[in-house]
């Protein structure tokens, strides 16, 4: 299947408080703008995937949406896999279209947790709620711990992802957060729940953003002035909470980089540039030695003399990730990747040919890869 | 009293895991901690719950444990996302492998001043009562 069904549009909402706007309009507005740059009429769109809203979760949320839209899909339905439900409905969205169940699929998301309630970022975890158990970041802040530990790796490497991300974020007009981070910022920023400082953390949005996924040959026989090519995905979800994975620092992530390499037929040598899924800065750790651009503990490797910047080794989440960007999960990531292939990006990587992106959800629960091409 | 009374109105809620969870606190208010071992597999588990999450079987038994465990992370809360434990700040949570092989959310306590890492020492068990319920706890072993 590589290459054989392409990003044909993007769209976006503004990013961080949008007071007012449900998470139907929030959505409408992307979708409207995807459809628009990919050049189609609303109508031939026939399939609908979009992820759930966890600031206020509802049944048959798809079915709202579609009839919000006009529209009655042959394909679609809501997908829960957190942050990882992007690129996850990518791929289920190309295979539809690859096994003749739809022709073009809108995949969407829309959340406003600045404005409404952002609960779901701060629960209590059953039981153990009574040791003062909750809140996503603690989860990642105990993962970060024996990560350090484990590879004897300094904070300075969280530093360095939060610096690049920061950095490329202020280049961005569209980014919620326009404010570069040196590394004594970051060395002097409070912690949140330790070894994790409110410099690892992303940020809280309002906001949607959608794509339009058909096959190149669609896209060729309707004009579709930019379409890029899909050339591998894969998915791989550790499903277990994080105290009783046998190794903390281990996930699904690596599976599921192999899988989406695999079917691009590329390895982590032929990527030019990544938007990695930067929930917390131990994630974009995790996640690149996953990929395996470098070995556990090598990190500091890349990282060394600005290598996640562009003009750097890897450069990373060049519109600025979630960490500055738009804390909304995940196919921001997505549009900034098309927008690489496509040469049109701000923080624009020279010769740039192809883009792995990562989508994550929970506490590194799930985990989704997707690999665009030109 | 009626502090403790209104600690247990305001505390968690039920567990996700089935009426095992209720003979485990049980346990804990006469000073026990246990765990479930399947009868089919042997695997040892916590939190509880109805099925092995290894094989499936829903044949199991309680163990005592003996206490003894080891740290495998810990994290300092700075803030406090759970408002009960506002002026607890700052506290910890850490999560520990009894020695049976289960392992589960705890708060170390007795800690030395001074930062340290603590990842791989040993601790061994303090029942304490707190927020209406026997809690496990670990102090590090001497």
Known sequence: MRGRAVI???????FGKLPGRSTISLNMEACR???ADAGVEKDRVDALFVKVPTSRVEMMYGQKLAEAMGMTPRVGGVWDQGGASNISMISFAAMAIEAGQCEVAL????DNPRTGTRQAYEKPWSDD???????VVAGYAMIARRYLHDTGLSPDVFADIAMACRKHGANNPHAQLRLPLTRDMYGDSPWVVEPLRRDDCCLVSDGAAAVVVMSAERAKALNVPAPVPILG?????SSCDVPLRPDLTETMAGVSGRTAFAMAGLGPEHIDVAQIYDCFTITVAMTLEAYSFCRKGELGRIAADGGFEVGGRLPLNTSGGLLSETGMPGLQLV???VRQMRGSSVNQVTNAKTCIVSNQGGIMHTHSTMILGQ | MSDTASAERQG?????WGPPGDAYWAALDEGRLTFQRCGACGNGWLPPRTECPRCWSPDWRWEKAEGTATVVSWVIYHTAFDKRFQERLPYNVAVVELDEGPRMVTNLVDLPDGQQDLIGRRVELVVQRDLGRAL???RLSP
């Not at chain 1, 044909?8 to 503004?14: E, F, R, S, W, Y």
């Not at chain 1, 709620?129 to 809140?135: E, M, N, V």
């Open chain 1, 335 to 337: 549009l900034e990747g």
């Open chain 2, 12 to 16: 968690p809620p039920p567990s996700d």
């Open chain 2, 136 to 138: 496990p706890r670990f």
């Open chain 1, 233 to 237: 995905f894969g998915q791989g979800h």
């Open chain 1, 107 to 110: 995949v969407t998301l829309a």
């Open chain 1, 8 to 14: 044909a549009g993007i769209g976006h909402t503004a």
């Open chain 1, 129 to 135: 709620a009574i040791f003062g158990w909750s809140s």
């Open chain 1, 33 to 35: 703008k995807a459809v």
